[in-house]
């Protein structure tokens, strides 16, 4: 158990529909990234947060959107879902920004039908 | 642009044997390079990385990885593999600077390790 919390576990939803999901880092982690993982496109950084503030972003659409709280934890918002928006969805946290390791999450599974 | 590679899709190893998981990198500057293990149906798992220092660095669950900066490699390896050890391997390389950054990972290279 890597200390780091991701609800739903699975989410199945529509095209067009918007969902949101949620990530609880480590204690006394400052440093929240999202991932997304697909079988055509591998492993591919979103957006990282430290201390609530944006901090790098990847190939993250316009679609989708993120933020982190001041107790830290984030939510990913994805909207005007795709059916190639469905993935597995990691958040990650770590203790700064860089270059320390990150701890995963168990994922979210989203299937859009 | 920062990246990794991982050539091979597939490694097979019988239990016993000592395992290697191929990883590449081509990065400007100094590399912080990780590896991160994926059991089905979960979350990546830190397994160790190289951010300065020795070139062997040990990690968990008895795997070490050897940084070779003039062939730009960081291999994983493991002296005795374990059928417990099949997974997804990732490679991945750190870019940013000191107050942001992401990892980039490879493609993934799939341990199996047959009884």
């Known amino acids: 158990d890597s200390g780091v919390t991701q609800t739903p576990k699975h989410l199945i939803t529509a095209t067009g529909q918007r969902v949101t999901l949620r990530c609880s880092p480590r204690?006394?982690?400052?440093?929240v990234y999202w991932y997304q993982q697909s079988l055509d496109q591998g492993l591919q950084f979103l957006i990282q947060?430290?201390?609530?503030?944006?901090?790098a972003k990847g190939n993250i659409l316009e679609r989708f959107s993120a933020q982190q709280f001041p107790d830290l934890h984030s939510e990913l918002n994805l909207s005007s879902l795709e059916l190639g928006d469905s993935a597995l969805y990691f958040c990650?946290?770590?203790?700064?920004?860089?270059?320390?390791?990150?701890?995963f999450g168990p994922g979210t599974r989203l299937t859009v039908t | 642009a920062q990246s990794v590679a991982q050539p091979e899709d597939q490694v097979n190893v019988a239990e016993g044997n000592p395992l290697t998981v191929k990883c590449t990198y081509s990065?400007?500057?100094?590399?912080?390079l990780f590896w991160y293990v994926q059991y089905p149906n979960r979350g990546l798992q830190f397994l160790l990385k190289?951010?300065?220092?020795?070139?062997l660095v040990k990690g968990s669950y008895g795997f070490e990885a050897e940084f070779n900066k003039s062939q730009t490699s960081f291999h994983l390896k493991k002296p005795s593999a374990l059928v417990s050890d099949s997974a997804l391997y990732f490679c991945?390389?750190?870019?940013?600077?000191?107050?942001?950054?992401?990892?980039?990972f490879g493609q993934g290279t799939i341990l199996t390790v047959h009884p």
């Open positions: 990650a946290s770590s203790v700064g920004a860089a270059p320390y390791e990150q701890y």
């Open positions: 991945a390389v750190h870019t940013g600077g000191t107050s942001y950054g992401k990892l980039t």
């Open positions: 990065v400007s500057g100094n590399p912080y």
């Open positions: 190289y951010i300065t220092g020795d070139n």
């Open positions: 947060y430290y201390n609530g503030e944006e901090r």
């Open positions: 204690s006394g982690d400052l440093s």
